[in-house]
């Protein structure tokens, strides 16, 4: 059975790439005629071919939170696999926009992807750039960009939720841009980090209210960090 499994897995991996630069290419192209039309390839082909290729499906809870919004927001996210990507683009109606780590960039095809959608980067290498970097991303945000960043700053590879860094807050905190919590579940079980193995499993995504800094005026990024963890952990429970 395992010997059967890794067989399996091998083909599942090389058409994950083969989906990988296939999408990858026509959201690129896609990007001269529109960035939403880039959008629903990323949603629409890329995600739900990696999603088909593990034979997983997806379901999501409360996106009755999120219909109202009237201006760009911050979706914070757990973090446990590859797969949470795709599965807030499928959740997702609205282009959206990551903030990742500089070093993104350098990988092929999904590197070339998101630099030419605008894909907002932090550099990392020195507190003074990483503070520029925030500066700039607020800036984006409040020029009309949905974005989703992972404040653990890396996978889980447990599924307990890691301590929520400060950079999304200082953005939402500076530039008063509402944060969206939201829970995911299933994707450690499709494909855990670093890890060969990929599973069929239901994967989950749960959103919570908007939690607004202008609410919260006397607390630090840290506090506001804190309080989005502990709203996330909630979503996490009630799936």
Known sequence: MASMWKLINLIQWILICLAIIVSGILATIALLISKRFSFWIAKNIWSRLLFAIVF?????????????????????ANHQSMYDI????MSLNDPIHFIAK????????????????????????????AM??????????????????????TRSKNGK??????????????????????AIKGTLEVNPPNSFKLRPYKIQ???????????????????????TQNKVETLLADL
């Open 161 to 182: 939720i890691k301590l929520f860094k400060r950079g999304s807050f200082i953005i939402a905190k500076n530039s008063n841009i509402k944060i969206i919590p939201v």
């Open 205 to 227: 995504v749960n959103f919570g209210n908007p939690i607004d800094p202008l609410d919260y005026p006397n607390d630090s990024a840290d506090q506001l960090a804190k309080l």
């Open 102 to 129: 500089k070093e993104l960039k350098k990988i092929p095809f999904i590197g070339w992807y998101v630099s030419a959608a605008g894909m907002i980067f932090i550099d990392r290498s020195n507190t003074e750039k």
């Open 132 to 153: 520029e970097s925030m500066k700039k991303a607020g800036k984006l945000i409040l020029s009309g960009r949905n974005v989703i960043t992972f404040p653990e700053g």
């Open 56 to 76: 997983s499906s997806l379901k999501t809870y409360n996106k009755d939170r999120i219909s109202d919004l009237k201006e760009p927001v911050i979706f914070c």
């Open 86 to 89: 795709p599965a807030l683009f």
